[in-house]
C-alpha cells in the first residue's frame, strides 16, 4: 500500500532538535516543514498545505500557548500536537482544551509521536468528510433540493 505523507509543521526554536525530528520523520515517509516560532508558524500556515503541527510550548516571543490560540482561530482543521516540558502538564492540558489534538512529553519518544500524527491525520480527514458532507447538503437545500 502507498503511504501518503502526512504534511506536518515542526515548530521549535530550538533548531538542533527541529533538523533531528525532521531527518526522522522525513524518513517515515512524511512530508515536513520547519519553522522556528509562532510567526514563522502562522506565515507557513499561509503558504502551505498542512495536516498536523507539531507544537513547542516554550519559545521566546509569542509562546505555544499563544501560538495555538491563533492556529486553531485561523486555521481550525489543522490538527495539533503539543511538545512540552517538565512542568508544563497543565499548560499542556490548557491547549488541549483549546483544541490541540494531544501533547507529548520532552524527549518525545519517536513511535508514540508517530502513532499520535497518525491518529491526528485521521481526525482531520473525518471532520473535513464531515465538512464537505454538510456543505454539499446546504448546496441541495439551497438550490431547490430536499
Ligand atoms: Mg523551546
Given at each position: 500500500?502507498v503511504?501518503?505523507?502526512i504534511?506536518i509543521?515542526?515548530v521549535?526554536?530550538e533548531?538542533?532538535f527541529?533538523e533531528?525530528?525532521?531527518l526522522r520523520l522525513?524518513?517515515?515517509g512524511?512530508k515536513v516543514?520547519?519553522?522556528?516560532?509562532?510567526?514563522?508558524?502562522?506565515?507557513?500556515l499561509?503558504?502551505?498545505?498542512?495536516?498536523?503541527i507539531i507544537?513547542?510550548?516554550?519559545?521566546?516571543?509569542?509562546?505555544g500557548i499563544?501560538?495555538?490560540?491563533?492556529?486553531?482561530?485561523?486555521?481550525?482543521?489543522?490538527e495539533?500536537?503539543?511538545?512540552?516540558?517538565h512542568?508544563?502538564?497543565e499548560?499542556?492540558v490548557?491547549?488541549?482544551?483549546?483544541?490541540?489534538f494531544?501533547?507529548?512529553?520532552?524527549p518525545?519518544d519517536?513511535?508514540d509521536l508517530?502513532a499520535k500524527?497518525e491518529?491526528?491525520?485521521?481526525?482531520?480527514?473525518?471532520?473535513?468528510?464531515?465538512?464537505?458532507?454538510?456543505?454539499?447538503?446546504?448546496?441541495?437545500?439551497?438550490?431547490?433540493g430536499?
Open positions: 500500500m503511504k501518503i505523507p504534511r509543521l515542526l521549535d526554536d533548531k538542533d527541529s533531528m525530528l525532521s522525513n524518513e517515515l512524511e516543514t520547519c519553522a522556528y516560532s509562532g510567526q514563522e508558524c502562522l506565515q507557513a499561509e503558504k502551505t498545505n498542512i495536516d498536523v507544537l513547542d510550548i516554550k519559545m521566546p516571543g509569542m509562546d499563544e501560538t495555538l490560540r491563533e492556529v486553531k482561530r485561523r486555521f481550525p482543521l489543522v495539533v500536537i503539543m511538545l512540552t516540558g512542568g508544563s502538564t499548560t499542556a490548557e491547549g488541549m482544551k483549546l483544541g490541540a494531544d501533547y507529548l512529553m520532552k518525545a519517536f513511535d508517530s500524527l491518529g491526528a491525520r485521521k481526525r482531520k480527514d473525518e471532520q473535513e468528510e464531515r465538512v464537505r458532507l454538510a456543505e454539499s447538503k446546504l448546496l441541495v437545500r439551497k438550490s431547490g430536499t
